[in-house]
């Protein structure tokens, strides 16, 4: 059945051809591979942004410095190897992450895990454009309303190019990020002593948060996004130009951009800083009060955040693209519309907790996905509707998730939650014969 057929949607068959097919459907044929370059420009453009960079303000208020650094470097690591070996996995079939949650959860039950996952990066995407205008708006005092729309607009043009777009938009604001976040942290830190910086003990001489909670913070900036990195990997040529472009955004840029935002908060030790306000990079440049800095940072920050929601958008128009048997470029501009609503309306600001906590649904999805096809059934096909035994294993990592999120909240609720569901559905994998053929016949 050719995509025509599908949904009807000639016009786009045409712009495929000029702006290039994204394979929604099917897995991507080695003749339309990207170079390492193209892959890993794509991941890094991802994670180097102003946000990474709030948080890793957010993590040194909360740790102190050094605690905070620890968190910073095992929480990457952790990220390295749980995206890069589901990458490793898009690379060698081709396919994105609905045709890969299709094999594991059915060729009906992948559209919960993919749906999930597409909704929440497009709750992010909202978000994202909504901090744009926001912070545009209140910085230069121009109307928030219309700088977020213009933003939303920028962004889904870029979705819409495809991955060909993600790679154009980073390779703009991985330089720029990079020069303007060293400068950043080097100004800053010229103003103590590099010891004071490593001293720094959290806001007001105090830690508040827990070695657990910030593992569970850095890893749960990208866990969603993370977990989808078929949508990206599956273009690389080899598992050795995935593993370099993972291995670009975790631990490289997300690290890179955190300690920006540390270093920062370290060496200025402002009293009660809100770095989702002014005490942030942007806002640094800007209290310089230098005209060319200003306007620079004005065209950093669209560029860099960008960068970020067009990668969510992307991710979000592919899983809903294949759930929905359309076009992805369809997808984006219909996605895109509803996120910059979101983001206009100034409501995103609400959905923050409510996609964290939905957040605690993912990790078991990538722990199952990866039990699945690395131990017990490498090289398997779409051939069920429903596998029931995922699911269980999803429910169970959710519960534990829930559990240690709200009764043990110093533990990582992450790391937790993925560790349950692949355990639980490695148990379930393992029951004997007869009883798994008929958990599968509930199906």
Known sequence: MTKTAIDGAETLDGVDHILGEEYEHEPVPMSARRSTFSVAAVWMGFPMIITGAMTGSLMVLGMGFKS?????????????????????????RGMNFALLASIVFGKKGYALASGLLSTLLLGWYAVQTGITGSLIGTTYNLNIVVMTIVAGLLYVAITFVGVRGLHLIGLISVPLFVVLAGWVALDSASTTTWTAIFAYPGNNGHATMSMGIGLTVV???YIDAGTVTADFNRWAKDARGSIIATFSAFPFA???????????TAALAVPNADPFRADNMFGYMNGKQVAWLSVLAFLFLYCNLGSVCAHCLY????????ILRTHMRLMAVALGAIGIAIAAGNIWAFFIQWLSLLGILVPPIGA??????????????INQDWRP????????????AGVVEFYAPYLSTAISAALAGGIAYAVVSMLPSPSRTQLEGLR
């Open 389 to 400: 035994s995922a699911f269980i294993a999803w429910g169970a990592g959710s519960l534990v």
């Open 219 to 221: 890893i749960a900036l």
């Open 315 to 322: 991710n979000a128009a592919t899983g809903w693209s294949r």
């Open 368 to 381: 199952i996905i990866l039990v699945d096809q690395y131990v017990f059934r490498k090289g398997a096909e």
């Open 254 to 264: 997300n690290l890179l951009a955190m300690l920006v935002g540390g270093i920062m």
């Open 68 to 92: 905070a650094l620890w968190a910073m470097l095992i929480g990457n690591v952790i990220m390295f190897a749980y995206v890069g070996a589901l990458g490793l996995l898009g690379t060698r």
